[in-house]
């Protein structure tokens, strides 16, 4: 059964068609009026605008067709042609029941046709800390790997670790001029040490200086270009190094990805892609897409006439292409941010071979995926529209910029974890939540309230826009929050351990109140808003609809008790809808990558 917006679309479809005039247009929306109705067409409109038909009458006559539905008590015209529908409180009941007894999906329907997706989300590098961008992409991507595959798909997340680029070469170098790595640095086969010369401190400290001094010195960064080709060559002690700072990175992140609710399919780097790098570049070479550009080689994506205005270094403005060809091999032969992407699109291609792959990362991005994208369909490596850049916009400070710590530095994920878990205790104490449970039961409460909170705050916002972070806000108990959203979970939990201790049952669901009516068409809203969050990419649409949840549960348990009910059959009937809404509402923080405590 699906849900009765759409149940009710098609009605109104067949009504049209009925009527010998073409259903396009027909539409059902949920009312601009609620207290007038609780769906509403206005297809009649457009539709009898098209054929240049009276629109009141051609909606009179839909109307006609439809009145006899046993789903719907009222049927009316309104204004220059709109259909009003009031839908009957046994049909409400009837889908509130099917939303209770659907305990996988809430009531959402699934994918008719199940793909195949790779997210590509996270995207953390060796060495360097994570900054809010990998944050953002981290929280979008997981809840998007949540989404598609609840919707059915199979889908694999994957944090394409950023393992192969100049950055290696730098750590290479610096690691060496700090007399730590010697035995990886003679030529040869090896064998060479299987401990580490360096820890997660080391890194995070050399990458910093190292690329700041190849800003300023060029033999430095010379050498480092020298080591990062010798890298990719596949000289054996830079390679056994590389592994060390490969492991070393990926265990602390994965640590902190854990702490985050955050977790992939796939840990493949960008070096991943090295084994079909030679093929790649043989067939983009016998295709003719690979060219010589002034010591370099690139693959040329701008379509003819495709040109913007580029100032050179003379001063003298050209018409360049755009956007710019894709760099693959540099003059110093190494493989690049663009090239490693491309050879991860074939050998995606090979491994998982996917219909869609979904790269989350942030919109400053876009050109670049442009370039990748274009290149990977003119070498016949992916089809057209099959590979996707999902944009975010940026976290930022109170001064519009992207969010520093007061030192100025990025903000690590490990800190941010840690402050929001301390203002997280903070509240609870204050609300005087959760202190009789026991101390370990407190921290998880904490911890999950803090994750709550950080990732609702993200994801209540469209992706595409920025916003600012605020932990005091994040973190209230009441409005649109993480937090709020919690507690109203495990008040309904709490609700539900009281009556099954009074030894009440959850029963057949009867419609009657208007807070049950609209708890009931709340629940039904739920497909809706995961297909529209699904189509368009945006989870934002999850969270309104959980918070929409919250509210309408909480005016129902006001207006309607539960355990003190006149009699049996409604307290049974209004537990099933308490359960029905609490099952609801984990389902859609769980999208979200949000998980709820037993109690607070
Ligand atoms: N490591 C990159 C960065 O820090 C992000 C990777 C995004 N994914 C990709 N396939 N390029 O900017």
Redesign the pocket.
């Known amino acids: 059964m699906s849900d009765l917006r759409t149940q009710l679309g098609e009605a109104v479809a067949a009504a049209f068609a009925a009527e010998g005039v073409d259903a396009g247009l027909a539409r059902v929306t949920p009312s601009d009026r609620p207290d007038l109705a609780d769906f509403q067409s206005n297809g009649a409109l457009a539709t009898a605008k098209a054929m240049k038909a009276n629109p009141r009458e051609l909606a009179g006559k839909i109307a006609e067709r439809l009145a006899n539905d046993p789903r719907l008590t009222s049927v009316e015209v309104a204004g220059p042609g709109f259909i009003n529908f009031k839908l009957a409180d046994a049909a409400l009941a009837e889908r509130a029941a099917q939303v209770a007894s659907d305990t996988a999906h809430a009531g959402a329907a699934i994918v008719e046709a199940p793909r195949k997706v790779v997210i590509?989300f996270a995207?953390?590098?060796v060495a360097k800390p994570m900054h809010v961008g990998?944050l953002r992409s981290s929280i979008i991507g997981e809840s998007l790997k949540r989404l598609f595959r609840f919707r059915g798909d199979t889908v694999w997340g994957d944090a394409?670790f950023?393992d192969w680029g100049f950055q290696m070469g730098l750590l290479i170098v610096a690691v060496g001029d700090e007399g730590k790595a010697e035995a990886f640095l003679a030529e040869g086969d090896g064998p060479f040490p299987a401990e580490s010369p360096v820890t997660l401190d080391d890194l995070e400290r050399l990458y910093p200086q190292a690329a700041g001094q190849a800003k300023e010195d060029p033999a430095f960064r010379d050498r480092a270009r020298k080591a990062t080709a010798e890298l990719q060559g596949g000289r054996p002690g830079y390679r056994a190094l590389w592994q060390h700072f490969v492991a070393v990175s990926r265990t602390a992140l994965e640590r902190e990805f854990g702490a985050l609710g955050v977790t992939f399919d796939l840990w493949n780097g960008e070096s991943d892609a090295d084994p079909v790098m030679a093929e790649m570049i043989a067939h983009l070479e016998t295709t003719g897409l690979l060219v010589e550009d002034d010591g370099a080689r690139v693959v040329h994506v701008a379509r003819p006439g495709e040109t913007r205005k580029k100032k050179l270094a003379d001063g003298s403005v050209i018409e360049a292409p755009s956007p710019p060809p894709l760099l693959v091999i540099s003059s110093e032969g190494s493989a690049m941010?663009g090239t490693t992407?491309l050879a991860?699109i074939l050998d995606r291609r090979k491994v998982v071979d996917p219909d869609l792959i979904l790269?989350v990362?942030d919109e400053r991005?876009a050109e670049h995926f442009e370039q990748v994208f274009r290149a990977a369909y003119l070498a016949g490596y992916a089809t057209e529209g099959s590979l996707q850049h999902l944009g975010f916009g940026t976290m930022n400070g109170t001064d519009g910029k992207p969010f520093k710590t007061r030192a100025g530095g990025v903000l690590k994920l490990h800190d941010l974890i840690t402050q929001a878990t301390d203002k997280a205790r903070e509240r609870l104490r204050e609300a005087k939540l959760g202190d009789d449970l026991p101390e370990a039961e407190f921290e998880d409460i904490a911890h999950k309230v803090a994750i709550a909170a950080l990732k609702f705050a993200d994801l209540s916002n469209a992706r595409t826009t920025s916003y600012v972070f605020d932990l005091d806000r994040f973190m209230s108990f009441e409005g649109k929050t993480g937090p709020y959203l919690l507690y109203q979970a495990v008040r309904i939990k709490s609700l539900l351990r009281k009556a099954g201790e009074q030894g009440l049952a959850p029963g057949a669901i009867v419609i009657g109140e208007p807070a049950e009516r609209d708890l009931a068409l709340t629940l039904d809203a739920f497909s809706q808003a995961v297909s529209e969050a699904y189509d368009k990419r945006m989870p934002h649409l999850i969270s309104e609809h959980a918070y929409r949840l919250a509210q309408s549960f909480s005016k129902f348990y006001a207006a309607c008790p539960v355990l003190i009910a006149p009699d049996e059959a409604t307290k049974a009937s209004r537990l099933a809808l308490s359960k029905a809404a609490l099952d609801q509402l984990e389902i859609a923080l769980d999208l979200l990558g949000i998980a709820t405590p037993e109690r607070m």
């Open positions: 590509d995207g953390p590098n990998h394409h950023g941010y992407d991860t790269y990362v991005q």
